[in-house]
């Protein structure tokens, strides 16, 4: 093998594993934040958004209890969220009361 032969590898696999760590999800990629269930507005949620939902902006309610947003790490109990029971976000789903 040729000395370029050698360097072609290394270059696919950096690409790979390049393009492999854009398509992490923005929670896997920021030590910084953490998921913060009931608290998005009707399609601004980050994902997981719950059954007939697709992913980010495709929540159907404001603080809908399936959905969560990006939140600084150590805020999301703090987050005020209408459909809570405790009346805060929270760091798994829940089923919302009536706000």
């Known amino acids: 093998m040729t000395q370029a032969s050698h360097k072609f590898p290394a270059v696919a696999l950096a690409l ?30 980050d994902c997981a958004a719950g059954p007939g939902t697709t992913c980010a902006g495709s929540s159907k309610v404001d603080f809908q209890g399936n959905a969560w947003s990006l939140v600084p790490k150590g805020t999301c109990e703090k987050t005020a969220s209408k459909t809570s029971p405790s009346g805060s976000g929270q760091m798994a789903a829940f089923k919302e009361k009536k706000a």
């Not at 896997?28 to 009931?38: H, I, L, M």
Request: proline share 3%; with cysteine.
């Open 16 to 45: 790979a594993l390049g393009a492999a760590f854009t398509a992490l999800p923005a929670a896997a990629q920021s030590a910084d934040k953490e998921k913060c269930f009931g608290v998005a507005l009707k399609g601004k949620n």
